[in-house]
């Protein structure tokens, strides 16, 4: 893993550029392997204990902070212990959800999550999936994970074709991450979730960052990659572990998870005016 002082060359350009202009910067975090170190039960995740307060610190500083998660945004907020930070923003369910200080926009699902949800069940069962494997309903979505089986890759592998199938019957589509599958409505994803996020604010960023770590935040890094082709600059930051390591291919810089972010986070503006 790369020290968390090896950037490239786009990324120091970044943070210079959030450095001089932090007030009109976007700073973008994923949750889960980012924000809140990876646990076994999806209900037991929290926020890293130095996250919110280092959120709460640069919020008054920065021009957006925005989360970007797979979670329902309530679960994120509650999680992170985020419900404090004025001007935080979670756009959760990968964009479909929005919570602003207090506030939560959350739309009707499509019809196919109902009839996934009703079949999921018998589907996992004739694929004799392990017993462990284990159903996190998210009401847009049904997130299939196998992180408790005995062998649980082998049990993720052995599920993804029959979980395609279902999606491909049902309308929805399937979001692959750390020891899960989700089956989730088509149309929406951290990228497109970032980028209508800026262009909402209606002001060119200064800057934007993002810092993620499964294969869901790949779109958000491609957002950044868009925008720094349209000259806006940008920092693209993972959060390093061994289970993905397609985003430390991609980022500009590379810490050893949420401990890392956190420790990131705190010196971010150090030399900022
Ligand atoms: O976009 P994110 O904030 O990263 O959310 C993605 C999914 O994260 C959660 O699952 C992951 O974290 C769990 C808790 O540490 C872990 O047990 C699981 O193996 C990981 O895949 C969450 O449960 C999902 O709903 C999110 O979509």
């Known amino acids: ?31 889960d392997g980012t924000l809140a170190p ?7 995740a929290r926020a890293h204990p130095g996250a919110a307060p280092a959120l709460a610190r640069l919020a008054p500083r920065v021009g957006a902070l925005v989360i970007v998660t797979g979670r329902p945004a309530a679960v994120a907020v509650e999680y992170g ?6 001007g935080l923003v979670v756009l959760g369910q990968y964009g479909l959800e929005r919570w602003e200080s ?6 009707e699902p499509p019809p196919g999550v109902a009839e996934a949800r009703a079949k999921l069940p018998g589907v996992l069962e004739a694929a004799g999936a392990p017993p462990e494997t284990f159903i996190e309903d998210k009401g847009q979505a049904l997130a299939v994970h196998t992180r408790r089986c005995a062998e649980p890759e ?26 899960v599958l989700e089956l989730r409505p088509h149309g929406m994803d951290k990228g497109m979730a970032l980028r209508s996020f800026i262009a909402d604010r209606g ?19 491609e957002a950044v990659e868009s925008l720094r082709a349209e000259g806006v600059p940008g920092v ?4 390093g572990s061994a289970e993905v390591t397609a985003l430390a291919e991609r980022a500009d810089l590379v810490v050893d998870g949420p401990a890392g972010v956190v420790g990131f986070l705190g010196t971010l503006l150090d030399s900022a005016p």
């Open 154 to 179: 082998v049990a993720l592998e052995r599920l993804r074709g029959i979980l395609a199938a279902l999606a491909e019957r049902t309308g929805l589509t399937v979001e692959p991450g750390r020891l």
């Open 81 to 86: 212990g985020f419900e404090g930070i004025d």
């Open 102 to 107: 207090g506030v939560l926009t959350v739309p």
């Open 236 to 239: 693209l930051v993972c959060s």
């Open 203 to 221: 002001t060119r960023p200064s800057a934007v960052l993002f810092a993620g770590d499964d294969l869901g935040d790949l779109a958000a890094f």
């Open 38 to 44: 990876i646990v076994d039960d999806p209900a037991s």
């Open 1 to 31: 893993m790369n020290s968390p002082r090896s950037v490239t060359a786009a990324g120091a350009d970044g943070l210079d550029a959030i450095r001089k202009s932090p007030s009109e910067a976007v700073l973008g975090f994923d949750f």
